[in-house]
């Protein structure tokens, strides 16, 4: 493990002559370990570290390259920390940090706290990025294609025997919306209560390894998936995004990328289980047995 002191002071333009107090390991992601730096002085002045395993970028099919252009092109909008440090080799980051809350699903889903996730919604998805990068349909299949390379008897119990038909699922709604190109925005993906910070009335999104450009519906899904949002706000969600009912056709394609995303992030718990220590391969195993429980209960709907 790093020192992540000597490391900031290593790597990081201006921070060579800074003094800091005594780092505090942060629990906080599941895939890096983070850090809170507060430096000595007057002026307070506190930074997050992420430091990564370069390793898992490649296992996980976490782009580096891109998550930089997406921290460069979201600091315009205001709905992210300060990015102060970036290395896209290794995707250690050390940003500023936010003093606000967290709050648990279950706080979350009170209709101040969705408004103001889905402000922040509306805001990111009125940008757009000019990177090319792989959609979340390129990584299901290089996820199909490797995840039994990764202890497979852990993966056994977590991944249904009937995935290739999922998959094959996924693969013709993708194409039934390859045409609706325009439609796509830059989109976080992994909006769970642990990556929104609620401060000043303001909701900000934090960890945004695994962006992209997607349809929309896609992040609100994974929001309404990772949250464990009831039908009732789901509803609300919908309705207020939208600014409206949505019609029969946006109904059916909210449920379509429910399963787009449960089926990705079913597959990332079990790759994860299957790559991680011990300790946590109970929540990766329990986790992606949800989504793919979501998976297959979405699939009877839309079949």
């Not at 460069?72 to 980051?93: H, N, Q, R, Y």
């Not at 390129?138 to 995840?147: C, F, L, Q």
């Amino acid at each position: 493990m790093i020192d992540p002191v000597s490391f900031v002071k290593e790597h990081v333009p201006g921070f060579e002559e800074k003094t800091f107090k005594k780092p505090i390991y942060l629990e906080l992601g599941l895939t890096n370990n983070c850090y809170l730096l507060e430096v000595e002085g007057e002026t307070p002045e506190k930074y997050v570290l992420r430091v990564c395993n370069p390793n898992k970028n490649r296992i996980l099919q976490i782009d580096r390259d891109l998550e930089k252009v997406v921290n460069d092109t979201i600091v315009a909008i205001g709905i992210s920390p300060k990015v102060v440090f970036m290395d896209p080799e290794t995707g250690s980051l050390l940003t500023e940090y936010i003093e606000g809350t967290t709050h648990e699903a279950e706080i979350l889903r009170n209709k101040k706290n969705l408004d103001l996730v889905i402000d922040g919604m509306k805001k990111l998805h009125s940008v757009k990025i000019d990177k090319e990068h792989k959609s979340t349909y390129d990584v299901i299949e290089e996820y199909n294609r490797k995840y039994k390379t990764y202890e497979p008897d852990k993966m056994s119990s977590i991944v249904p025997d009937s995935i290739d038909k999922y998959v094959q699922k996924a693969l013709e709604i993708k194409n039934k919306y390859a045409g609706h190109d325009s439609d796509q925005v830059l989109c976080h993906l992994d909006l769970t209560w642990q990556n929104l910070i609620f401060a000043s009335n303001q909701c900000y999104f934090i960890d945004w390894e695994y962006a992209k450009m997607a349809d929309p519906m896609l992040d609100i899904a994974g929001f309404a998936i990772h949250n464990w949002l009831t039908p009732n706000d789901e509803k609300y969600l919908l309705k207020t995004y939208f600014d409206e009912e949505i019609d029969d056709s946006q109904t059916l394609k909210y449920k379509e990328m429910k399963f787009v995303w449960a089926l990705k992030e079913g597959f990332w718990a079990a790759i994860q289980s299957g790559i991680q220590n011990k300790e946590k391969c109970d929540f990766y195993r329990d986790w992606g047995k949800q989504c793919f429980d979501h998976v297959e209960t979405i699939y009877e709907m839309i079949k």
